[in-house]
Every structure is written in structure tokens, then in C-alpha cells.
């Protein structure tokens, strides 16, 4: 018999089922993110104050425009210089790393939840989440998709609208559904 909470289940990125507790973190991160999706363009210090509270750790001189969306927010961290443009999803079930200098295109989702294959597991509401790095000097072009499990390369660039199910290595272009390298770049 396993006596550990949902929430410990789903840090350890086992199974899980959003059960009260999971869903009181949910909730605190909707009530943050919707105060920083309420501040002004002429309160970046209030954004800042917002996002520190939300996040595991946020790096100097990062700008996320508002409207930001986030299941956890505390799975989440951003480095140093790292812009994201408006209407970012971090479905930060499990953890989400984004490093540094990453330049993040508008309506692009960061998304680590993954559901049972099999029916009846996921009828009865299972989940589980796989992590997401995306390396120093990343672009994310507009509308990109990054799915469960996969590490982008730092200096990579990945083409607005592709959808990145594998891992891409550093300094190289991809493009396309599913995304695929079509040249490095160093």
C-alpha cells in the first residue's frame, strides 16, 4: 500500500490524481497569475514581485508579458535575460527549466502533463508529467509547442507554429509537426 499523498506522487513524477491538495496548488497559482495578467505595462516591479512569489527561482532581467499561464508555478524555473512574448502556458506538472537569454515567441506552451494510454486509468482521472529544459540562448518561435520530456539544446532555434515532441541538440534549426533539424547552426 503507498501512503504517500497525490502531491508527493506527482513531484516524484509518478501517477497521480489531482486530488484536493493538488488542487489547492493549482488554485494558488491561478490567483497569481491572474494578478500578474492584471498588472500594468508601468508596473514591472509589482510583475517582478508576482512572478518571484510564483516561481521556484527567476533570473535577473527576464520579462514575461502578460497573459501568463501556469498549473504550479513553483516547478517552474527561468534564467537570467529571458524574454516570453505574450499568452506563454507552462503546464508545470513536473519540472520546467528555462535558461538563459531564451527568447520565447508569442502563444508558445511549455506542456509536461501526459495521460495513461490505456482507458480506463485515464477515465479514473490518472496523470502523470515528464520534464522540460530548454538550454541557454534558445529561440522559440511564435506558437511553438514543446511537449512531455524533451530537453532543447542551448543556441538552438525552433520555427514558429513546430511542434517539438524529441529532443533537439544545441545550435541547430527545427521546423515543422513534428519538429525536425533542418541545418546546425555553429
Not at 513531484?11 to 491561478?30: F, K, P, Q, W
Not at 482521472?125 to 514543446?146: C, F, Q, R, Y
Request: net charge negative; with cysteine.
Amino acid at each position: 500500500m503507498d501512503d504517500r499523498t497525490m502531491r508527493d506522487r506527482m513531484l516524484a513524477g509518478e501517477l497521480y490524481i489531482a486530488d484536493e491538495t493538488v488542487a489547492a496548488d493549482s488554485r494558488r497559482a491561478m490567483t497569481l497569475t491572474e494578478a500578474f495578467n492584471r498588472t500594468s505595462v508601468a508596473e514591472p516591479a509589482k510583475r517582478r514581485e508576482i512572478l518571484s512569489e510564483l516561481f521556484a527561482a527567476i533570473g535577473e532581467g527576464t520579462e514575461i508579458r502578460p497573459p501568463l499561464f501556469v498549473d504550479y508555478g513553483y516547478q517552474t524555473t527561468v534564467g537570467a535575460g529571458t524574454f516570453a512574448n505574450f499568452g506563454l502556458v507552462i503546464l508545470d506538472v513536473a519540472r520546467v527549466v528555462i535558461g538563459d537569454d531564451v527568447q520565447i515567441g508569442p502563444n508558445v506552451q511549455l506542456l509536461t502533463a501526459t495521460h495513461p494510454l490505456d482507458p480506463e486509468p485515464r477515465r479514473e482521472k490518472w496523470e502523470s508529467a515528464e520534464p522540460i529544459t530548454i538550454g541557454d540562448n534558445v529561440w522559440l518561435g511564435g506558437g511553438v509547442i514543446v511537449c512531455p520530456g524533451v530537453t532543447i539544446g542551448a543556441d538552438t532555434v525552433v520555427g514558429a507554429g513546430s511542434v517539438v515532441t524529441k529532443d533537439l541538440p544545441a545550435g541547430v534549426l527545427a521546423v515543422g509537426v513534428p519538429a525536425r533539424v533542418v541545418r546546425k547552426l555553429r
